[in-house]
């Protein structure tokens, strides 16, 4: 029973089958009739479901194509959104309706936007170092006004910061200036010209700066980037200040005292001799030069040393014979020469 059912359940799905490719020939049969009589072609209007903007065209060329195909890809400029793609680890930070900045866009102001939705989704992309990365898709509107981003468009490239905490009057050092003290953290500031290790509390960190909860007070000097050097009572004294991180609990940068080293003076032009980390030096032809006259005088001693006064060995005589009394050249011999003839 079982089996008369489902071979009539396969002989009416094969008879479904056959009769949509026989309505699919028919279909093909009919456009082409009026083509092969002579007669236009059949023209099929394809209307976009909304007000919208031709962004990219899949087809320029006619041809046939399949259904479900894609023709072309529209879109209105007036509703634009952002997809960032951004670290697994960072993306749970992340929640809807976060404030996003947008900078680096090619205009002059600040953009701002807010997160519409997290996709629950990841997917693995390798990095330009070769690593292999899980990032997540997050979908961001723009709540600036419209005039602000207006020469933006499909594709455009901007740079997304995201908001994911922020309060007002915090108390921030810089983070170079913070290490490790057992199970802690701590700085060194500045009392009295000397160093004096405090033990502090963080909260956030952005990148190159952190939230002092406490330990420090507004306007203490600290060392930025202590070296080993650095101990509890050290003296120290400020270096030029820093841009970045002047204000706050951060005065600026701080280094061991030390009595300043004499340096060479820089050249200011050779002319002739070789010029190498700023200091005027002989030429190396020069320095060869000094060198072999230093042996040849050397030579000379030790061979004047050896020989007796008033004598000279056969050997030295003989070495420095050919030197005193060298054959004329061909080209300044005496001989004249004469036509003759034979």
Same mark, same amino acid.
């Given at each position: 029973?079982?089996?008369?059912?489902?071979?009539?359940?396969?002989?009416?799905?094969?008879?479904?089958?056959?009769?949509?490719?026989?309505?699919?020939?028919?279909?093909?049969?009919?456009?082409?009739?009026?083509?092969?009589?002579?007669?236009?072609?059949?023209?099929?209007?394809?209307?976009?479901?909304?007000?919208?903007?031709?962004?990219?065209?899949?087809?320029?060329?006619?041809?046939?194509?399949?259904?479900?195909?894609?023709?072309?890809?529209?879109?209105?400029?007036?509703?634009?959104?952002?997809?960032?793609?951004?670290?697994?680890?960072?993306?749970?930070?992340?929640?809807?309706?976060?404030?996003?900045?947008?900078?680096?866009?090619?205009?002059?102001?600040?953009?701002?936007?807010?997160?519409?939705?997290?996709?629950?989704?990841?997917?693995?992309?390798?990095?330009?170092?070769?690593?292999?990365?899980?990032?997540?898709?997050?979908?961001?509107?723009?709540?600036?006004?419209?005039?602000?981003?207006?020469?933006?468009?499909?594709?455009?490239?901007?740079?997304?910061?995201?908001?994911?905490?922020?309060?007002?009057?915090?108390?921030?050092?810089?983070?170079?200036?913070?290490?490790?003290?057992?199970?802690?953290?701590?700085?060194?500031?500045?009392?009295?010209?000397?160093?004096?290790?405090?033990?502090?509390?963080?909260?956030?960190?952005?990148?190159?700066?952190?939230?002092?909860?406490?330990?420090?007070?507004?306007?203490?000097?600290?060392?930025?980037?202590?070296?080993?050097?650095?101990?509890?009572?050290?003296?120290?004294?400020?270096?030029?200040?820093?841009?970045?991180?002047?204000?706050?609990?951060?005065?600026?940068?701080?280094?061991?005292?030390?009595?300043?080293?004499?340096?060479?003076?820089?050249?200011?032009?050779?002319?002739?001799?070789?010029?190498?980390?700023?200091?005027?030096?002989?030429?190396?032809?020069?320095?060869? /030069?000094? #060198?072999?006259? $230093? @042996?040849? =005088?050397?030579?000379?001693?030790? %061979? +004047? &040393?050896?020989? !007796? /006064?008033? #004598?000279?060995? $056969? @050997?030295? =005589?003989?070495?420095?014979?050919? %030197? +005193? &009394?060298?054959? !004329?050249?061909?080209?300044?011999?005496?001989?004249?020469?004469?036509?003759?003839?034979?």
């Amino acid at each position: 029973m079982a089996r008369s059912q489902a071979a009539r359940l396969a002989a009416e799905h094969a008879a479904n089958v056959a009769r949509f490719e026989l309505d699919v020939a028919r279909a093909a049969l009919a456009r082409t009739a009026g083509l092969q009589a002579g007669g236009p072609g059949e023209t099929i209007d394809v209307r976009a479901p909304v007000d919208a903007q031709v962004l990219k065209l899949a087809r320029e060329s006619e041809g046939a194509v399949q259904a479900g195909q894609s023709l072309l890809e529209i879109g209105n400029p007036e509703t634009l959104e952002v997809e960032v793609e951004v670290l697994s680890t960072q993306a749970v930070k992340i929640a809807p309706g976060s404030r996003v900045l947008f900078d680096r866009w090619g205009g002059d102001t600040l953009l701002q936007g807010a997160v519409r939705i997290v996709e629950p989704t990841g997917f693995t992309k390798v990095s330009a170092l070769g690593v292999e990365e899980q990032r997540v898709r997050v979908i961001v509107d723009f709540t600036s006004n419209r005039d602000q981003w207006r020469r933006l468009g499909d594709g455009y490239r901007v740079e997304a910061r995201f908001v994911i905490w922020e309060g007002a009057e915090v108390l921030q050092i810089p983070a170079g200036a913070l290490f490790r003290d057992r199970d802690g953290w701590a700085v060194y500031a500045v009392e009295a010209g000397r160093a004096r290790m405090k033990a502090v509390q963080i909260g956030q960190r952005a990148g190159l700066v952190a939230e002092v909860k406490a330990g420090l007070a507004v306007g203490e000097s600290i060392v930025n980037h202590p070296d080993d050097k650095i101990r509890d009572g050290v003296k120290v004294k400020p270096r030029a200040l820093s841009r970045q991180h002047s204000g706050g609990a951060a005065g600026g940068h701080f280094t061991r005292a030390r009595p300043r080293r004499p340096r060479p003076v820089p050249a200011t032009s050779c002319r002739g001799n070789r010029c190498r980390a700023g200091v005027v030096r002989p030429a190396r032809a020069s320095r060869r /030069a000094a #060198r072999a006259v $230093a @042996a040849l =005088a050397t030579t000379r001693r030790r %061979r +004047s &040393a050896r020989t !007796p /006064a008033g #004598r000279t060995s $056969a @050997a030295s =005589a003989a070495r420095t014979a050919p %030197r +005193s &009394a060298k054959s !004329p050249s061909p080209a300044r011999s005496p001989i004249s020469w004469r036509a003759s003839r034979t």
